[in-house]
């Protein structure tokens, strides 16, 4: 067993211990939420941001963020809020995703989407669309309305078609910063990271009061793929996963690690089967059920309490390391980028191995928060318990 686990239960069978000790009052769980976004990861480098374009992708971030954490405010979806945040940022043209994604080597915009529903892990995806304002709903559509997964190419725009979704001219995705990237690109024998120095991938993970949780991808890709090269945030498992039982991740970075490592599925697979060793764990550690036999119904209520209070702060740690873990396996194989999760206790957590990922957080516990490059946020992002 790993030490961290090891200690994480030695951790929480002593709170259990002495809570049973002098057990007291404690207040029931209020309802909370939890979001996190980003707006894709890379070598961005401070000195090279201008004061008014910081500004400017922190407004479309929090303007992103404020969408999703509207949605879970009121009470609203898991769903629902991730498809608020993503349709802000593929709408704005400062990132990878609908309006100013990047081009392929062709000279076209190929978009890609992902999105997963936590509560019966339903899920939806497209790859390959040209004439779909916003892709994420179109993916949720494939979730909701037909049979499959994944929908590629003419096939998922007929999808479109029949379900219908307007048609957008292509030239609604085309900007000139992104034309400018692929001319450089092909002009100076560049590759996709060097012209790009960013991956502008947009994705949301989401916990809502119901305890649901959901996770939505949705990017242009890489500049200049050809082939009909697909990443890894339409891949269900690679760039999103999403599982009540254990988190919902939204990844971006240099795709085809991403891929290799099936980070989304790998992170809430660890999480998963690590929370049931974990309870194994602490089931074996407990005394026996004849110490706590004199306690009254009011002393095991509290008694309860505490003990999910001190698993849920035992699991913010775990979530974080899981995490970093994985994304250092991804850099281990030569990769980049960042993922962002949520957990069934309402942690909002980042990490990425570049110098910075476009992001941003709110919870119920009233953090609302953007950043841009490494270690500026605070040092929480857990609601209350
Ligand atoms: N992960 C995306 C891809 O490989 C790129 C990105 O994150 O911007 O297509």
Redesign the pocket.
């Known amino acids: 067993m790993p030490w961290l686990m090891k200690n994480l239960i030695a951790a929480v069978a002593l709170a259990l211990m002495s809570t049973a000790a002098h057990a007291q009052e404690d207040a029931p769980e209020a309802p909370k939420w939890s979001l996190a976004i980003h707006g894709?990861a890379g070598t961005l480098s401070r000195t090279a941001m201008t004061p008014e374009q910081r500004a400017e992708y922190e407004a479309a971030l929090q303007a992103a963020l404020d969408a999703g954490a509207k949605v879970l405010a009121a009470g609203g979806d898991a769903m629902d809020a991730v498809k608020a945040a993503v349709i802000v940022m593929e709408d704005s043209p400062l990132f990878?995703a609908g309006k100013g994604a990047v081009f392929t080597w062709d000279g076209t915009n190929e978009l890609?989407a992902s999105i997963m529903d936590g509560r019966d892990r339903s899920a939806g995806a497209v790859a390959g669309v040209k004439t779909v304002r916003n892709p994420i709903l179109l993916a949720d559509k494939v979730r909701t309305d037909s049979e499959h997964v994944f929908l590629m190419g003419a096939g998922a725009e007929a999808f479109a078609l029949e379900k219908g979704f307007a048609v957008t001219p292509p030239e609604y995705f085309a900007t000139e910063a992104r034309r400018r990237a692929l001319e450089r690109m092909k002009a100076d024998k560049l590759s996709a990271l060097d012209v790009d120095h960013k991956?502008?991938?947009v994705g949301a993970v989401a916990l809502d009061m119901e305890g649901n949780l959901a996770a939505a991808t949705s990017?242009g890709?890489?500049t200049g793929k050809r082939w009909g090269r697909v990443?890894?945030?339409p891949v269900i498992g690679a760039?999103t996963y999403a599982d009540n039982r254990s988190c919902a991740v939204s990844?971006?970075?240099?795709?085809?690690y991403?891929l290799r490592v099936g980070v989304a599925h790998e992170i809430c697979a660890r999480l998963r089967i690590n929370q049931s060793l974990m309870v194994e764990g602490l089931l074996a550690t407990l005394p026996s059920t004849e110490e706590y036999s004199g306690m009254t119904p009011e002393a095991l209520e509290a008694f309860r309490a505490k003990a999910s209070e001190t698993v849920s702060s035992a699991w913010s740690a775990e979530a974080q390391t899981i995490a970093d873990d994985v994304m250092a396996e991804v850099a281990q194989l030569g990769g980049d980028?960042g993922v962002i999760l949520v957990t069934p206790q309402g942690d909002a957590i980042f990490s990425f191995n570049t110098s910075g990922m476009y992001r941003g957080r709110a919870t119920s516990s009233g953090v609302r928060e953007v950043a841009i490059f490494g270690g500026e946020e605070k040092a929480s992002a857990t609601p209350d318990h």
């Open positions: 894709g990878n890609d991956f502008g991938t990017t890709g890489m990443g890894d945030a760039g990844a971006t970075g240099w795709g085809e991403f980028g």
